[in-house]
């Protein structure tokens, strides 16, 4: 039997079928981003997504960086769903609308990136396991943030009306944006945002600065349960 190669883009498949001959266990697209896999897909310039496109570029690939769109994939979906990325400057931006969806079979996966997972497994690092004595709640597991605790956490890190925006839901603050759900409690102000999504939205579309996020996370007791969701988005996303 012929050993699968590796493409230098690699699809899913392909990627999944060499880590499987290389590592002599089965994988599968969500085992693949829960190690840290980095997918991206091509885009060719259209005037719909012109913001993704610096002056003279008409193709580029774009990561998969957001935790929500690699959730998106983890879960088994048929298509692949961007809402934030980085733009052919390197530079992070959140998509507009319901962002941008394209079919399952675009993802691809850089030789490199690949190249590199295979040594991390062969290869781990001895594991700290004083970090694991005390007990850890997941951010997925978590529903969000409620008006007031949303208004204590990011208390003055920039010059954006937080309670306007989240009461007039639109934009970063509305549906399928940082709100996620209603409060069982009901009442005016039932909402519950989802704070890393919240974050980003401030930084990218509002211009808060990152240092002023990044310390409402470090100090925040409010924003503890999602400071490894937030820690692990900069990391995806280079900042």
């Keep these: 039997m012929t050993s699968p190669s590796l493409p230098y883009r690699a699809t899913a498949l392909d990627a999944c079928a060499w880590l499987a001959q290389q590592t002599g266990t ?46 998106h994939l983890a879960a088994g979906a048929g298509d692949v ?74 208390a003055g890190v920039g010059k954006v009306d937080l309670d306007q925006g989240m009461a007039s839901g639109v934009g970063i603050f509305g549906d399928d944006g940082a709100r996620v759900r209603k409060n069982s409690r009901g009442g005016k102000n039932s909402h519950l945002w989802h704070p890393v999504t919240l974050a980003f939205g401030l930084h990218d579309v509002h211009r808060v600065p990152m240092a002023h996020l990044k310390k409402a996370f470090a100090t925040q007791p409010l924003l503890r349960d999602w400071k490894a969701d937030w820690l692990e988005s900069l990391r995806l996303l280079g900042e």
Excluded: C, M
């Excluded at 089965?26 to 085992?31: G, V």
């Excluded at 980095?38 to 993704?52: G, M």
């Excluded at 769903?81 to 079919?103: A, Y």
């Design 26 to 71: 089965p994988w599968t697209l969500a085992r693949l981003l829960e190690q840290g896999g980095l997918p991206f897909i091509w885009l060719d310039y259209s005037a719909a997504w012109a913001e993704l496109f610096h002056d003279g570029v008409t193709r580029y690939a774009a990561p998969v960086v957001f935790i929500e769109d690699k959730q």
């Design 81 to 154: 769903w961007l809402r934030f990325t980085r733009d052919s400057g390197n530079l992070p931006i959140e998509l507009k609308g319901q962002g941008l969806r394209v079919p399952l079979d675009g993802l691809h996966f850089q030789e490199r990136d690949l190249l590199r997972l295979l040594k991390e497994l062969q290869h781990p690092q001895p594991v700290d396991t004083a970090a694991d004595k005390a007990p850890v709640v997941l951010p997925s597991a978590l529903k969000g943030l409620g008006r007031e605790q949303i208004l204590i956490a990011f």
